[in-house]
């Protein structure tokens, strides 16, 4: 039955109340308080702010495993000398938690290699640090799921994941042709999120104007990028290759098309 900790029982009571910071840091703590001649105050607060601190840090590394991002790059990471068309001021309603206080979704076009993934992992990375959660994914995974789903009449259940995550990335590669109802679940999903005030970070290699012939549907195509345009931001990313940047400029040609 549930034991009544003993007065005593100090380690038992604090994995009771979950402090896993403070029960492993308190004898050492306390030892430095007595020889620092540290205040009880102080001592408390250390304690707890390193508990808090811990806490931030698990959530962070849990958020990050969740959101699926193919590679973990932040900001700081990257190069604005390289990629010019964009500037570290540009982001800065994407980096802060406006980004989902005020649904800035942000949309990277451009060739393969020029750092689009890399932004909008930043960004959701960043997102999660500010306490949010996101969730990375690619255009093809997400029409395949869906449009299985739809096919199965369980869309609604399906759309869950994409809907719910805070910042959701949408990573479109560009050299898949995708199911023929494409469209039609992808724009559930950037309606849905739309209603809902949540923003989405969308990556593709293709000039936007050639994203409704790629999703067989032009019209749908632009009920797609209206919603995510319309408070958010298109950025095109120019220059070379990021992969090859070490090659030749001339070599930029012979660059493999998969991102
Ligand atoms: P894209 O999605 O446009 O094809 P990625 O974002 O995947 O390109 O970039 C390819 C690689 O190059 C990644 O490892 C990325 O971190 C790196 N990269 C691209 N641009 C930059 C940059 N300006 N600064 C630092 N790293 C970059
Ligand atoms: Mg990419």
Redesign the pocket.
Known sequence: MNRQPLPDDLDGMLRRLHLPTVRRLHPELILRAEEEQMSYRTLLEVLFTEEIAHRAQTRITRSVRKAKFP?L?TIE????T??TAVRLKMLGSFLGPELVTEARSAV?S????????????AIAHRAIQNGFGARFTTADELIGDLSRAAADARLEDALEPYVHPHVLVI?ERGYQSYASDAANVLYRVVNDRYLKGRPMIV?T?EPLAALGGLLHDGDLGEAILDPLLERGSHFV?RGR???IRHLDPEADDLEPEA?
């Open positions: 590679f790059r990471e990257f190069d604005f390289f990629q990277f451009g060739p393969p290699g020029r750092g689009k993934t890399h932004l909008a992992v990573d990556t290699n990313l290759s990021y992969r991102a």
